[in-house]
């Protein structure tokens, strides 16, 4: 009975273990986004038409999906390479 008791607990604990850094990596990612966000990055940078790189003023904006199923997408200026700013995938 002792066994059965133990082996519960440590499989409670061992499920947990397995949850709680995914919700946490969620948690984070979405943090990023509102940060990191189209409307924040215009109005930081303080851009009014179109948006452009603050590095090299460049207009070519190029968009690359996320890695590991992050379901973000990145936008980045397409002449220096610099990230500007995320979005969510769709």
Do not use: W
Not at 6 to 18: C, E, P, Y
Not at 50 to 75: D, E, L, V, W
């Amino acid at each position: 009975m002792d066994f059965l008791i133990i082996f519960i607990v440590m499989f409670i604990a061992s499920i947990g273990l397995i949850i709680y850094p995914q919700l946490k990596r969620t948690q984070l990612r979405t943090q990023f986004l509102k940060e990191n966000n189209f409307e924040l990055y215009m109005a930081r940078h303080g851009f009014k038409d179109a948006p452009k790189c603050f590095k090299c003023n460049g207009t070519q904006i190029g968009i690359t999906n996320g890695r590991n199923n992050s379901q973000m997408r990145t936008h980045y200026c397409r002449s220096c390479g610099t990230n500007l700013f995320y979005s969510k995938e769709t």
